[in-house]
């Protein structure tokens, strides 16, 4: 098959452009914003594997980003871990809470399970703030060490765009391979109709609950990797908000696509960057953002070209015609 | 094959099957009819796992299955067709009968995603087995397209060909006919030969008597959730309770 | 300690008087549409900030702020209805959350841009000398919730048992193709339905302002507040609904008197978790034929 060979192609492109990319914004404070992209990425892409892909909602994605980046920050900062270790454990400790909680959590549909994994996230938010003696609460937990391989260390802006970026491209060949497999197929099959898929065998419940699994491993991934780079994480990070926010990415980038997490992602990074003015008024534009993709294209903006595409194709056979 | 005993379904106070018992034979083609309400769709429901019943047993090849899931079922050799037809619309045709092999491969998240040369072999291997059911049911042109702009007759044929995939011991059909013409029915009523053909078991809900008078070896009739009667097709027709039932009702 | 925990009955009882306002808006929308309105909360915000607005800006008397208010804030339930949910009838719910959500983030938004970030508070209705009952002491404003909340939800009943409109809405409620087939005109009963709950989520921001104060985001934590007392009451647009948003009220306040005030608002979530995950038609109800 031919699709084969475009989708290798599609990544290898993709890497060498996150490659090249630094040439162009180095000492910038704009590599720092891209370092923030390639977090954003993992994590619209763990949100779509789950939103996108299995159809399943969650309003609480950043429950995990934050509980990886405090079960890595607390390790670290407070007991002396090491940093990969931390990693690591956070990926573990996470994954185990997320399979638990998945069971009861995604017998729920549509807006009931929205409900329950914002209450769940909300749950999380509020300990990050009264368990003091270990998060710091409110007020933050600083001193979070730096990633760092023998004498060498991730303290700089450049450092941690390779190795961020290094894992969110692991993440995105992940992802490619797992949505193009007969895992990839069970999900869509378990969006369109749940009860035909289960007829043909395939355990919705179970399937579920590890990409929910896998999508909370993805994003405690992420946080480590934030906690590491920024040495200092407060829980206003991880509320309510940055999790509509990614659900917001996702919608716009596109559901069901992974390339379309990272357009997402990197708008919504971006543009308040570009948008200086906007300050704190980025939450009316979200919002907007958000109905108008929903209502006037919801393929997200990842379907332009093929929207566009076939359009001027008419175009030019028509010019030619004229001719 | 399939054992039925004494399967009774109450929703909220309202009693929609009472008490029916039935069996189909190995390889043998079974019709189930009635009028309208007759409780057709909710016996199936039952036998493949998507209610509970109130109770009542339901056994496959004398292994009792009594609320088993659906996926369980499907492991078991048991697959059902929908009557208002339930594809992955927005997938492939050949996506679509792809997914009716899930069973038969195994390949799990992490060997799919690192891409095991487990997963690449079986990968190909599902995609050849689907295209030969697409074959089976005759709509092999239309592989790429998506589901949801297939014409509803080649719905119907696709959903068969899914459920083929399954390599099943026994497919259960609700209202296969229904929404077809005149020639897509006949199409349908061969295809379903076909099906027994290969050793399959059919059980089959259906409105179009023609149909059910053709092809199947035996029939059960259910009126107002209960037991009818149940024979060959000849003695169906001549049943006086039968037509009084049919008779009745229009 | 007798009078503390009395203390305690009676402001959850007042908290949980607005969460059942709230919860039955969820209900009532639920039930005719199938949707959980993300925005709900944000009709409470809407009612407490215009009432300041209409009061401390505009400079009108007091009954007209909240008149104009709860007009206001069932105009923009009107319009997110037309708007945004109409043209959506058909889409999955997963389309139907993410909209709503979008809405409320919008309508949250541009709360901001025309109010700013401020807190702002509003007058008692009469007067904030304490009452002392058994004890324990109350402001007249909890009077007002109380009976402001028994007057909508005797209304609300009346509503939907005594008047053809509101008889069509629970025809709705049990069957929305029946009731399209016996005639009832559904895109209107959806509407009627936006109308009402965002007026009672305007009447619920504007009675519990003077006492919890008012800004653009209070709407997100009172609407899911509002939603666990729905929950609690199986989706009931009835008494279920207020039995959750009592009971919820009143858990909150011995949480926060009893164990501690930051895990409080955690009470409220936890009980939806558990509710939704161990009987998720209620309390009250009766457990529908499973369907697995």
Known sequence: MGTERNVLLKYLLFSAAVLVAPIFFSGGYLLNVLVFVGINTMLALALNLLLGYAGQISLGQAAFFGLGSYISGVATANYGMNPWTALVLAAVVVGVIAFTIGFPILKLKGHYLAMSTLGFGIIIYILFNETIDLTGGPSGLSGIPYF??????????LKNYFLIWGFALLMILFSVNLVNSRIGRALRAIHDSEVAARVMGVNARLLKVQIFALSAVFSSIAGSLYAHTMTFISPASFGFNFSVELLTMVVIGGLGTVYGSFLGAALLTLLPEFLRTLQDYDIVFY?????????????????????VLPFLAKFKVRRQGNA | MLRVEKITQVFGGVTALRDVSFSVAKGEIKGVIGPN???KTTLFNIISGIYRQTSGDVFLAEKKITQFTP???????MVRTFQNVELFGNMTVLENVMIGLHTKSRSGILSSALKFPTAIREERRIRQKALECLEFAGITEHAEETADNLPFGKCRLLEIARAMALEPAIILLDEPAAGLNARETADLGQLIERIRATGVTVVLVEHDMELVMDICDSILVLNLGEKLAEG??????????????YLGEG | MSEQLLQYLLSGLSTGAIYSLIGIGFAIIYNSTGIINFAQGEFFMLGGMSTYYFLSVAHLPLPVAMLLAVLLTTAVGVLFERLAIRPLRNASPLILVIITIGGSILIRGIAMLIWGKDTHSIPMFTGNEPLTIGGATILPQHLWIFGITLLIIIINRFYFYNTVSGKAMRACSHNRRAASLVGIDVKRMVLFAFAISSAMGSVAGIISAPLTMTSYDVGIMLGLKGFCAAIIGGMSSGIATVFGGLLLGVLEAFGAGLISSGYKDAIAFIILLLILFIRPQGLFKKAETERV
């Open chain 2, 71 to 77: 996926e369980r079922l499907a492991r078991r050799g």
């Open chain 1, 148 to 157: 760092s391989v023998g004498e060498f260390q991730f303290d700089s802006d």
């Open chain 2, 37 to 39: 309400g007759a409780g």
């Open chain 1, 287 to 307: 919002g907007l953002l958000l109905v108008l993709m929903t209502m006037f294209m919801p393929g997200g903006l990842v379907r332009i070209p093929s929207l």
């Open chain 2, 232 to 245: 060959t097709p000849l003695e169906i027709q001549e049943n006086q309770k039968v037509i009084t039932a």
